[in-house]
């Protein structure tokens, strides 16, 4: 389960490299968005075992976390406002690089 959910991080993290800056943070605003398609892909891929169940829960709580690391370094648009992280303080919107 552990391993489930250590794959699903890294795979978020491959994934989310090619987004574009705006298009991540959109996503990175909508957490709730990512945790049912971990969650839900999961329970699809390993659906009908107790242990699938598990693992998928396990990659929700590794989405989780991805997204809170995600949200407080890099920054986060929720309705249209733009909230800062620790290494991107610019509107990645203004298409200034930080």
Do not use: E
């Amino acid at each position: 389960m552990f391993t489930w959910g250590l794959i699903v991080y890294v795979g978020l993290w491959l994934i989310l490299v090619d987004v574009g800056a705006v298009r991540k943070a959109k996503l990175m605003g909508n957490p709730i968005m990512v945790h049912i398609i971990v969650i839900g892909s999961g329970l699809l891929i390993h659906g009908g075992s107790a242990d699938g169940a598990m693992a998928a829960i396990v990659s929700g709580c590794f989405s989780a976390i991805y997204v809170r690391w995600q949200q407080r370094v890099h920054g986060y648009i929720r309705k249209g406002v733009w909230y800062p992280g620790v290494l991107r303080a610019t509107d990645p919107r203004m298409g200034v690089n930080s």
